[in-house]
């Protein structure tokens, strides 16, 4: 079992920066594979950036790209969205998300990219973003 907690978020203005993080505790933070989605009033929850469990690999939704980056301190069982230029489109709940992964090379480079594949879910932080 796997418990996410999600904190950073805030009120800012657009063209600010933000760094999102997610603690998670119960296992080994190395052998999973964490992403982040955020879901907007009255739309779907949508993936943000993902990265492997060796954290060699990462994927970034379009609209993010070169503006948000994501990474991972395993000494600290914490992953981060740092989060720069925002804009009002960013406003949403951002969600922390992990999954478990087999061991071996293959498996530890693979990102996940789809809210079906992940298992475990922090409560979401809020992110606005005023223009």
């Known amino acids: 079992q796997v418990q996410l907690v999600e904190s950073g978020g805030g009120l800012v203005q657009a063209g600010d920066s933000l760094r999102l993080s997610c603690a998670a505790s119960?296992?080994?933070?190395?052998?999973?594979?964490m992403g982040w989605f955020r879901q907007a009033p009255g739309k779907e929850r949508e993936f943000v950036a993902a990265?492997?469990?060796?954290?060699?690999?990462?994927y970034y939704e379009d609209s993010v790209k070169g503006r948000f980056t994501i990474s991972r301190d395993n000494a600290k069982n914490t992953v981060y969205l740092e989060m720069n230029s925002l804009k009002p489109e960013d406003t949403a709940v951002y969600y922390c998300?992990?999954?478990?992964?087999?061991?071996?090379?293959?498996?530890?480079?693979?990102?996940?990219?789809?809210?079906?594949?992940?298992?475990?879910w922090g409560q979401g932080t809020q992110v606005t973003v005023s223009s």
């Open positions: 119960g296992r080994t933070f190395s052998g999973l594979a």
């Open positions: 998300a992990a999954r478990f992964v087999p061991s071996g090379t293959y498996y530890s480079n693979i990102v996940y990219y789809r809210a079906n594949d992940y298992a475990y």
């Open positions: 990265m492997s469990w060796s954290g060699g690999r990462t």
